[in-house]
C-alpha cells in the first residue's frame, strides 16, 4: 500500500501544457529585456519577484501533478482538495501575477491573440466554463471512474487548471485596467465564481454518508470515508477565504473611488462658489 501511495506519475499533457507555459514566459521576459520595454512610468516593469512567482507556480503545478501527491489525490479526496486548491488558487494566481501588463503587450502583440483572449476574459463564459468543467468533474458516478484511471485522473486536473485561468482572467483584466468593469460588477463575479467549490464543500460536510464511497485506503487505515470528505471539504473552503479578502480590497478601492469623485465635485463647487462671488463682486463695483 505505502508503494503504491508514494509513487511518481506522468502525463504528457500536463507535461506539455506545463512546457509550453514555461517557454511561453520565458519568451516574453527575452523580448521585454531585449527591447528594453518600459511601462508608463519608464520604469522596467518586470521585476526579480515576477520571475520568483512564476518559478514558484511552475515547480508546484509540476509537484501537484506528478509527484506522489497525485497519485495520493486518487486515494484520498483531502490530497484531491489539496490538488484543486494549489493549482486553482495558488498556482494561476502566481502565474498571471507574473506577467506585467507592459511586459504582456509583447504577447497580445501577436497575431489573433488579442482577439483570442479578450474573447475567453468574457465574465460569464469564463466564469461558465471553469465552473460547468468543475460541476461535470466531480459528478460523483463520473468521479468514481476518474480516480481508477490515472491518465483520466491527470486529464481532471489538467482541464480544471487550464480553464482556472478563464476563471481569473476578467477580474486580473479589470485590476490591470485592460478591461473594464465597475467595482460593483467586479464583487459580484469574485462572489458569484467561487460559489460552485463552497457548494460541494458544504454538500460533502452535510450528508450523511461518503458520495465519493470509491475511495479505499482510507478505509483500510481505520479512516472513515466521511472524515477524509470532511477534511476535503474544508480544504475546499480554503479558496472561499481568498474570495472574501479579494472582495474586501474591491470594495475598499471602490469606497476610496467613491470618496474621490464626492472630494473632486466638492472642489469644483467651491471653485464654482468661488468664481461666483468674485463675479458678483465685480458686478457691485460696476
Known amino acids: 500500500m505505502g508503494e503504491q501511495t508514494m509513487r511518481w506519475s506522468w502525463s504528457p499533457a500536463a507535461l506539455i501544457t506545463l512546457v509550453l507555459l514555461a517557454v511561453l514566459y520565458g519568451w516574453t521576459v527575452w523580448s521585454a529585456w531585449k527591447q528594453d520595454i518600459k511601462d508608463e512610468r519608464g520604469e522596467k516593469p518586470l521585476q526579480w519577484y515576477h520571475l520568483a512567482a512564476f518559478g514558484v507556480a511552475l515547480v508546484l503545478a509540476f509537484l501537484i501533478f506528478f509527484s506522489p501527491v497525485?497519485?495520493?489525490?486518487?486515494?484520498?479526496?483531502?490530497?484531491?482538495?489539496?490538488?484543486?486548491?494549489?493549482?486553482?488558487?495558488?498556482?494561476?494566481?502566481?502565474?498571471?501575477?507574473?506577467?506585467?501588463?507592459?511586459?504582456?503587450?509583447?504577447?497580445?502583440?501577436?497575431?489573433?491573440?488579442?482577439?483570442?483572449l479578450e474573447m475567453l476574459s468574457v465574465p460569464l463564459l469564463s466564469s461558465l466554463a471553469f465552473n460547468f468543467a468543475f460541476i461535470i468533474w466531480h459528478i460523483p458516478v463520473l468521479y468514481a471512474q476518474v480516480v481508477k484511471d490515472t491518465n483520466l485522473y491527470h486529464l481532471q486536473l489538467l482541464c480544471i487548471f487550464v480553464l482556472a485561468f478563464l476563471s481569473w482572467g476578467p477580474l486580473c483584466a479589470a485590476w490591470r485596467g485592460t478591461r473594464h468593469m465597475r467595482y460593483p460588477t467586479q464583487m459580484l463575479y469574485t462572489f458569484l465564481d467561487g460559489q460552485p467549490m463552497d457548494w460541494l464543500a458544504f454538500a460533502l460536510l452535510i450528508t450523511t454518508s461518503p458520495l465519493y464511497s470509491s475511495y479505499l485506503f482510507p478505509s483500510l487505515l481505520g479512516i472513515p470515508n466521511f472524515s477524509?470528505?470532511?477534511?476535503?471539504?474544508?480544504?475546499?473552503?480554503?479558496?472561499?477565504?481568498?474570495?472574501?479578502?479579494?472582495?474586501?480590497?474591491?470594495?475598499?478601492?471602490?469606497?476610496?473611488?467613491?470618496?474621490?469623485?464626492?472630494?473632486a465635485k466638492d472642489q469644483e463647487r467651491v471653485q464654482e462658489e468661488e468664481e461666483y462671488e468674485i463675479e458678483y463682486e465685480v458686478i457691485e463695483k460696476q
Open 70 to 116: 497525485n497519485a495520493g489525490g486518487q486515494q484520498y479526496f483531502v490530497l484531491h482538495a489539496v490538488q484543486l486548491v494549489g493549482l486553482t488558487t495558488v498556482c494561476v494566481p502566481l502565474m498571471m501575477f507574473a506577467w506585467p501588463v507592459a511586459v504582456s503587450r509583447r504577447l497580445l502583440g501577436l497575431p489573433g491573440i488579442r482577439d483570442i
Open 228 to 263: 477524509d470528505q470532511a477534511a476535503g471539504a474544508l480544504v475546499l473552503l480554503c479558496p472561499g477565504i481568498v474570495d472574501l479578502v479579494i472582495l474586501s480590497v474591491i470594495f475598499f478601492r471602490w469606497m476610496m473611488q467613491i470618496e474621490q469623485r464626492t472630494r
